[in-house]
């Protein structure tokens, strides 16, 4: 046995290791996405700002680094988390969603500079989402295509439907 | 019970650690003698494997293995998670840092 004790951390790593990757295969990667002026006794409602997201890896997390608009979208897709939505219905239910409508508005003087949301400027931003979380994947160790986390599929008539295949979990800071 | 994969090039190490990898973790461990040849790259796209191990010294070039191993799992549809296990002398942190900012982790064989 003795000539085995080298060995043990490679048997302990290996076993965190396959722990780890049953769950990325199950769940998908976890995202952790922090709403910011949550008003006490609610949660994820107008008024909140999107702090921030980040991706949790093995041992780390790492910021996705986002314009507001673009963490508005991912969290839009982390709040729906495995539903499908196509660019044009994203856009619409964004557009009239009070949590963006009203993005922000507990915080003293912050103008909402988000604008009306097109289909067209839907994919762009989910095309820039792609790429900030290919780096952020890269940096907490997760050789994922981005693609496959926040996935587009063909639906009927060629309409391309987008969806966050994920885990997911929302912190609510009062400032 | 998980699918490893592990690139070894010591037969004498590799036997041992088959025997430990049964024994303690019950895991199903298939081995390749060479990390960068075709025919073992080639694993990767015929069986979906949960774990890559890369065994090498730490005097050896395992960048470069390591490297054409990264470069094939990027490919696949279900990557597994990559692992290098370095023996020798050596113990400094370059290789965990090195493995870190690439996405695997490198640990030290005692």
Redesign the interface.
Known sequence: MK?????Q???E???F??A???QL?AMGPHFIVVHRFHRPGTLCVQGELVGGISVHG?LEECRISLSSTALLILDFFCRHQRRYFSAQRAADVMNNDPFVIRHASNVRGYRNRVGTLTPASVRVYIQRIREQMAEA?????????PS?VLVSEAGESNVVEFALLASREFIHLDD | M?H?LLFDPDLQHRD??RS??RA??G?LLTCSVASTAPDALELLHLHQF??L?LSALSNENWHVSMDAL?TS??QL???????C?LRGPYRGPAAEVYG?R????V????
């Open positions: 000539d085995n004790e080298g060995l951390p490679l048997i790593a290996v076993a290791a396959l780890a990757q049953r295969v093995d994947f890269q940096r907490v160790g997760l050789n994922i295509d496959r | 998980g490893v041992k650690v430990l990898f303690h973790l895991c949960d774990l191990i990264r799992v990027s549809n279900n990557p597994p998670k990559m692992l296990v870190a690439r996405g695997f982790r640990i030290y064989e005692r």
